[in-house]
C-alpha cells in the first residue's frame, strides 16, 4: 500500500535560514507528488507538484522540491524562509493516473521574526 | 464557482445528532474528495467519487459515515448518530485529470 512519511513534525527557524522538509514514500510504480500549505486560519493550498520531467520543481513563493526516485523522497526546499512562510506543509502522493492521493501527516513550520 | 466551497464552515452538534455537511466543486471537476483532519493530525482520506464510477468508500471509518454526489455536482457527507471522536475539519477537494487538488475551506465539526 502507498504511504507517505514527514519525518519533521515540527521545525523551528529564524528568519532567513534555509529550509529542507522531509518527504518520503512508498510505492513501486510512477507517481505525482504534490506539496500543499496550510497557512494559519486558511485552506489547503497547491504549493508545487511533480507529475514528470525535470525532477527539480519550482512552485510558488521561492519553494521547490526534488524529486529523487532512487531515495522515494520529494524533500521541499527554500535558501531563505520568512516569517510568513510560518505554515503547516503536506506532502503528498498518488499513482500517476489516478485521483486519489495519500498525505503525510504534516510538518508544521514556525519562522521567528 | 471559482473555488471549492463548503457548508456550514463550522457546525456544533450534540452527541447523536446527524449531521450533514456540504461541497460545492469546483465546476467542471470530475473527481470528488472528503478527508477529515483531526486536531493536530494529518489528512484522512475518507470518500472519493470520480465521474459515474463507483465512488472509493475505503477511507469511511464506519458506517455511521456516508456520502452522495449527483453527477459531477454537489456532494453530501453524512454522519449519522455523531460521536465525540468524530469531531475534525471535514475537508472536500475537487480535481481534473492531471492535476492536483483544490481544496474549500472545510467544515469544523464539534460534537459536544
Known amino acids: 500500500a502507498q504511504s507517505v512519511s514527514q519525518h519533521n513534525h515540527h521545525v523551528i527557524l529564524s528568519e532567513a535560514a534555509s529550509l529542507e522538509l522531509g518527504c518520503n514514500y512508498s510505492?513501486?510504480?510512477?507517481?505525482?507528488l504534490f506539496w500543499y500549505v496550510q497557512y494559519p486560519g486558511q485552506h489547503l493550498q497547491l504549493l508545487l507538484k511533480?507529475?514528470?520531467?525535470?525532477?527539480l520543481v519550482k512552485g510558488i513563493k521561492g519553494f521547490e522540491a526534488e524529486f529523487i526516485k532512487s531515495k522515494f523522497s520529494f524533500n521541499l526546499r527554500k535558501p531563505s524562509v520568512q516569517w510568513s512562510d510560518t505554515a503547516e506543509y503536506f506532502c503528498?502522493?498518488?499513482?500517476?493516473?489516478?485521483?486519489?492521493?495519500?498525505f503525510g501527516t504534516g510538518t508544521r513550520l514556525k519562522v521567528l521574526a | 464557482g471559482a473555488g471549492v466551497s463548503q457548508s456550514p464552515s463550522n457546525k456544533v452538534t450534540e452527541k447523536g445528532k446527524d449531521v450533514e455537511l456540504r461541497c460545492d466543486p469546483i465546476?467542471?471537476?470530475?473527481?470528488l474528495y472528503w478527508y477529515r483532519q483531526r486536531l493536530g493530525q494529518g489528512l484522512e482520506f475518507l470518500i472519493y467519487?470520480?465521474?459515474?464510477?463507483?465512488?472509493?468508500k475505503s477511507g469511511l471509518p464506519s458506517d455511521r459515515f456516508s456520502a452522495e454526489r449527483t453527477g459531477e455536482s454537489v456532494s453530501t457527507l453524512t454522519i449519522q448518530r455523531t460521536q465525540q471522536e468524530d469531531s475534525a475539519v471535514y475537508l472536500c477537494?475537487?480535481?481534473?485529470?492531471?492535476?492536483?487538488?483544490?481544496f474549500g475551506s472545510g467544515t469544523r465539526l464539534t460534537v459536544v
Open positions: 477537494a475537487s480535481s481534473n485529470v492531471g492535476r492536483g487538488y483544490t
Open positions: 510505492y513501486g510504480g510512477t507517481v505525482n
Open positions: 511533480y507529475f514528470s520531467g525535470d525532477p
Open positions: 503528498a502522493v498518488g499513482s500517476s493516473g489516478t485521483y486519489k492521493y495519500i
Open positions: 465546476s467542471g471537476h470530475t473527481a
Open positions: 467519487f470520480q465521474g459515474n464510477s463507483a465512488p472509493d
